[in-house]
């Protein structure tokens, strides 16, 4: 795990990720029809959120499933999907 890190830390690292420019508009054209849509990911919900965020995607908007993460002790504890 790891230890001594903070979440400016992780998010410095979490906001070089690029998502893939054709998802843009895959989501766009379902927004614009109505389609139920729902991000399956073995990814963090924490790192997921920021990433849509920095590319314009409200994730409050979303259903998001996916395991989580916290800092206790400036240390990452895994959150499981329990659902």
Known sequence: ?????TMD????IVD??????????FYNWIKENGIFFIILSDGFHT???????NHGIDSKKL??????????DN???LKFLTD
């Open 63 to 72: 259903e998001i499933k996916a395991n989580d993460m916290e800092l206790v």
């Open 75 to 77: 240390k990452i504890h």
């Open 47 to 53: 790192y997921i959120t920021r990433i849509l965020e």
């Open 9 to 12: 830390e992780i998010y410095e």
């Open 1 to 5: 795990m790891i230890e001594h890190t």
């Open 16 to 25: 070089r990720i690029k998502i893939d420019p054709t998802f843009l508009d």
